[in-house]
């Protein structure tokens, strides 16, 4: 089976979206918008495979989301090379189990995502947030700032 790999369009927002709410990704990647943002600049192309979700950047692939696991690895094992990024620990641990000794697993610091949670975003409580409290003290002081409701009117 050859997969046919196009850059995401408008019209793929809603089978996208609907791959993504059944899986537990919490990285950018989890995102139509994104996806559709920065394809050209990653050269993200994607492909529906029987209702799997696959993401191929470049020469490296994401993880089929959606479907049921023999479809997702029937598809794993048409990759060629097998280079696959932003993968989850659950992913990682289905791997390591379904085709051992294939994939050699790497993290790489320089592109992980920063996860926050709304709350504590929210509240920047603790010492864990007092730079990013600073970064806004000192935002609040240096600059007259005023929120605007965007329109047609202030657009500049």
């Known amino acids: 089976m050859k997969i046919d790999f196009r850059r995401p369009e408008i019209s793929d927002a809603s089978w996208v979206h609907e791959a993504f709410e059944g899986t537990d990704?919490?990285?950018?990647?989890?995102?139509?918008?994104?996806?559709?943002?920065?394809?050209?600049?990653?050269?993200?192309?994607?492909?529906?495979?029987?209702?799997?979700?696959v993401c191929k950047v470049k020469d490296s692939y994401t993880f089929p989301i959606g479907g049921d696991d023999d479809t997702v690895f029937s598809l794993l094992e048409k990759f060629n090379p097998p280079i696959m990024h932003?993968?989850?620990?659950?992913?990682?641990?289905?791997?390591?189990?379904?085709?051992?000794g294939v994939y050699e697993f790497t993290e790489n610091r320089d592109v992980f995502?920063?996860?926050?949670?709304?709350?504590?975003?929210?509240?920047?409580?603790?010492?864990?947030?007092?730079?990013?409290?600073?970064?806004?003290?000192?935002?609040?002081?240096?600059?007259?700032?005023?929120?605007?409701k965007n329109g047609c009117f202030n657009c500049s």
């Open 25 to 53: 990704r919490m990285c950018s990647e989890s995102c139509f918008g994104n996806l559709f943002m920065w394809y050209e600049s990653y050269d993200c192309t994607i492909a529906n495979v029987d209702g799997v979700l």
């Open 86 to 100: 932003a993968i989850c620990p659950g992913q990682k641990d289905k791997i390591e189990v379904r085709l051992p």
């Open 113 to 148: 995502d920063y996860i926050y949670s709304v709350s504590d975003l929210a509240n920047l409580s603790g010492k864990k947030y007092r730079s990013k409290r600073n970064h806004i003290s000192f935002f609040d002081r240096t600059y007259s700032w005023k929120y605007k």
